[in-house]
């Protein structure tokens, strides 16, 4: 079992940054892929960034690409998501995610945080 915990979301403005992290207590972190997915009211969770479990490799999803960076520090088993050029379409609760290998489709992950919202205002 792995706990996740996030934190880091809030209330910002449009162009503003943010940076969420996402903290798992366990010995086994550098075991793990990491993501973050997000989910809008209404809308089905959807992939956002994933990182490897060196922190070597990542992806992004097209909509956050080049405004997001994902990053681990596995000596802390924590995992960032630092978020630049909010746009209000980024409003959203953002979940924290491990498993072996990260997939983009949500219901394949394995374990996941309890959600932090972000609301960008126009």
């Known amino acids: 079992q792995v706990q996740l915990v996030e934190s880091g979301g809030g209330l910002v403005q449009a162009g503003d940054s943010l940076r969420l992290s996402c903290a798992a207590p366990?010995?086994?972190?550098?075991?793990?892929?990491m993501g973050w997915f997000r989910q809008a009211p209404g809308k089905e969770r959807e992939f956002v960034a994933r990182?490897?479990?060196?922190?070597?490799?990542?992806e992004y999803a097209d909509s956050v690409k080049a405004r997001f960076t994902i990053s681990r520090d596995n000596a802390k088993n924590t995992v960032y998501l630092q978020m630049n050029s909010l746009k209000p379409e980024d409003t959203a609760a953002y979940y924290c995610?491990?498993?072996?290998?990260?997939?983009?489709?949500?219901?394949?992950?394995?374990?996941w945080g309890q959600g932090t919202q972000v609301l960008v205002s126009s």
């Open positions: 995610t491990a498993a072996r290998r990260i997939s983009s489709r949500w219901s394949d992950n394995d374990y």
């Open positions: 366990v010995r086994t972190f550098s075991r793990y892929e």
């Open positions: 990182v490897t479990q060196s922190g070597l490799s990542t």
